[in-house]
């Protein structure tokens, strides 16, 4: 009697063809696929490692326009909101108050200019109003450029960051409104907040939205570097 190993069919032998084809084809596929994916990607950021603050919206650049000396309100010459040219006569004081007739055309007269070009953000002064010195008579913004300010970093949070971290801003104001920013500035010194050391971090944003106005509460979430 004949023994022997049974051959292979032909029909085992075009399934495991197919199968060895088919994890070929697999392993072919999974590698392509790692070849797309970019050698930077970031490991995801955790929430634990955001910085969140509290800030409110400055412009870049601003002006105060001070009482030099105690007196009255002669003229306010320009109006909340208006625009106004460096050098622009903003508002006329006098220097002290005349009841005499003859005596008011000799009384000294200050004019206040407008130390730079932009918009009158704040002014609350009236004609004949007696204002002290060193008031803030109004604020003058170049609203072509905005910030976030934040004060309220404590010593644990500040160690965390560096200028130019990415930052994301959100506004009570305006819900469903998200910014993206950098860090653009932390000031190296510290004060004092409910016995508290605090620092101060100013934020860039990446673009800015119309609806926005100076001392507007932002939320701030720095993503640190590292």
Known sequence: ????????????????????????????????????????????????????????????????????VDGIIGEVLVTEGAKVKKGQPLIRLIRQEATDEKLKDKTDKIELQAAMAGIVAYLDVKAGERVAQTAVLAQIADPSEWEVRSDDLTELSIAKIGVGDRANLTFDAIPGLEIPARVKFIRPDDEKKHDDSTYTVTIAPDRWDDRLRWNMTARISITPAQ
């Open 1 to 68: 009697m004949a023994t022997g190993q049974a051959g292979i069919s032909l029909k085992e032998r075009w399934l495991l063809f197919l199968m060895i084809l088919l994890l070929t084809a697999t392993g072919v596929w999974q590698l392509w696929v790692m070849r797309q994916e970019p050698d930077d990607v970031s490991p995801p950021v955790q929430a634990d490692r955001q910085v969140l603050a509290e800030g409110i919206v400055f412009p870049v650049r601003y002006a105060q326009i001070i009482m030099p």
